[in-house]
């Protein structure tokens, strides 16, 4: 294919213009990262050194960290560093923090994906199935449980998930560890504490797709032709609903992914959100703006998959239209 019929493809068009928002994007998460940490009060060298360092030795580290430079200096500095992939070093610990993105962030996109994938196989077939069994005002009772149980755990946060989570299943019934990654039985409650009120959210986004779905003519036209229920479900009914949940399920991945923070803090889970909420306490800005940086990176490059996956599913894309 020419190099000028390839750029007017619409598929170069599309990506093309993700790919620019997605820089713009990480340019957004890049400079809110630097600056909020900066206008937490405190001197983080002070904290680093401890109350009783004396004033030379702290402005000596302050200069030699360049924290004594004007605020556009230090985020100078700053890009040229991540452009020859320098995150900094843990004020703190001394650690370099790409080590310590290294060894967390694994664990954090292990409980993540989890959670996200768990969300997608609840959410899809029980919201669908929700839908068959209500549609027409059919079984009301069903139908008051489902909308009662999922609105609850809509309004439950996170933290207070994982903190009744571990009281019923791990010190309670003791079916699980307490906290920490031995096992698999230790991803158990984190991702649960992740993926119920995602999977709450998405059950009732699928349920009400469904039903429109379900009241379709061409669902209508299928059973007239004596399609069997799986044939209907499976072949018409489901793709269609699954594209609105991917869709709702791409704008539920930030939240998912910033409550990892929390999560990581209740069960001791050696990630990148207990770190991150370490160094805000600690105003380890390097270790801050890298953790922010990279849980924002993912986020956005989690939504340019769920992006690209919705152009090759809809079949109303204009995408598709090669």
């Known amino acids: 294919m020419p190099v000028p019929q390839l750029l007017r493809h619409p598929w170069t068009a599309f990506l093309g213009r993700r ?37 030379d030795l702290v402005a000596a580290r302050r200069h030699g960290l360049g924290l004594d430079t004007p605020f556009l200096t230090q985020y100078r500095h700053y890009l040229d560093g991540l452009l020859h ?55 009301p009772r069903t139908e008051l449980a489902f909308t009662a149980v999922t609105a609850g755990l809509v309004g439950v946060p996170d933290f207070v998930l994982a903190t009744g989570l571990t009281a019923l299943l791990a010190v309670g019934l003791q079916l699980l560890p307490v906290a920490g990654a031995a096992g698999a039985g230790s991803f158990v409650l984190p991702v649960l504490a992740l993926s119920l009120a995602p999977t709450a959210v998405l059950l009732r986004i699928v349920r009400v797709e469904a039903l429109k779905v379900l009241g379709e003519d061409y669902l209508r036209t299928a059973r007239a032709k004596r399609l069997s229920p799986a044939r209907r479900c499976l072949v018409h009914a489901g793709p269609n609903t699954a594209t609105a949940a991917l869709t709702v399920a791409g704008s539920l991945l930030p939240a998912l992914i910033a409550g990892t923070v929390l999560v990581e803090k209740v069960f001791a889970w050696p990630g990148i959100g207990s770190a991150m909420a370490q160094s805000v306490v600690a105003q380890d800005y390097p270790v801050v703006q890298a953790m922010v940086l990279v849980l924002g990176t993912t986020v956005l490059l989690a939504g340019l998959l769920v992006d690209v996956l919705l152009a090759v599913l809809d079949p109303r894309s204009t995408i598709r239209e090669m």
């Open 85 to 139: 992939g320098d995150l900094g070093t843990s004020l703190v610990t001394g650690t370099p923090v790409a080590e310590l993105v290294r060894t967390r962030l694994p664990a954090t996109l292990e409980i993540a994906g989890l959670a996200f994938l768990v969300t997608l196989a609840v959410a899809l077939p029980g919201g669908l199935l929700a839908a068959l069994r209500t549609r027409d005002g059919r079984h």
């Open 19 to 55: 790919t620019a928002r997605l820089l713009l994007s990480l340019g957004v998460v890049l400079t809110a990262s630097f600056a909020m940490i900066r206008l937490v009060p405190g001197d983080p060298v002070r904290a680093a050194l401890g109350v009783d360092a004396a004033p």
